[in-house]
């Protein structure tokens, strides 16, 4: 149980983003401590609904449950508009729950809801429950909750792929006039070189044949 002094809010941005699928929360407004149970109750309504929403379910009111009450932690029940479920959060001294025990309830309910207690899907209801528990905790890892991260990483939501940068031409600058890329840069030396080297043999071949002419000219 944690510290009922515990600040949770304002948080305006998360109750926006939870209303889309939590539509209404109620708390225990005669009880001690009523500011910090709905901070709380708004908190985790905020954190469990990217797990509610990929699943298209919506939880027409999240009610906290009377801690005098020690009959039920949870409850849940179906109506027309949604989903009602009734979870504790504090105890009778109202030393609040933690928030991770708390939506642990609420994916709980949600289970019963898919695979009733009084029907033999009990290893469905288990299998969901853990399926769900473990969406919850990817999303904790990967930092992405609230309703506009709806997704596990690879879907909407999850922290993008790096993407590959495409290898860059590099050019080589040969002056103020010209810029071209190493290739052309290749085949541009290699051709000078050609030329400058088919110039010194043709300078030499005229020194060495002109002269044998001119001894032979009568």
Do not use: C
């Not at 009922?4 to 109750?15: D, Q, S």
């Not at 590959?164 to 590099?170: G, N, V």
């Not at 400058?196 to 043709?202: P, Q, S, V």
């Amino acid at each position: 149980m944690s510290d009922p002094r515990r600040p949770y809010g304002p948080k305006e941005k998360e109750r926006a983003l939870s209303s889309s699928v939590f539509k209404k929360i109620e708390i225990l407004e005669d009880h001690i401590h009523a500011n910090v149970a709905r901070e709380l109750l708004e908190h985790v309504a905020y954190l469990a609904t990217p797990v509610v929403k990929r699943h298209g379910w919506t939880v027409a009111v999240l009610k906290e449950r009377d801690p005098e009450n020690n009959e039920e932690g949870s409850s849940s029940s179906k109506e027309a508009d949604g989903y009602i479920i009734v979870v504790r959060i504090r105890s009778p001294e109202s030393s609040f729950a933690s928030e991770d025990s708390i939506v642990n309830s609420i994916l709980y309910e949600l289970t019963a809801l898919q695979y009733p207690h009084n029907k033999p899907n009990k290893s469905k209801r288990h299998q969901l429950h853990l399926q769900l528990k473990s969406e919850y905790e990817k999303l904790k890892k990967t930092g992405s909750m609230g309703d506009n991260q709806v997704a596990i990483r690879g879907r909407r939501g999850a922290p993008p792929k790096k993407q590959r940068r495409k290898p860059q031409k590099h050019h080589e600058y040969l002056g103020p006039w010209i810029d071209i890329s190493p290739s052309t840069a290749a085949l541009f030396t290699a051709t000078t070189g050609i030329a400058i080297i088919g110039f010194l043999l043709w300078r030499d071949m005229r020194r060495n044949i002109v002269p044998s002419i001119r001894m032979f000219d009568p």
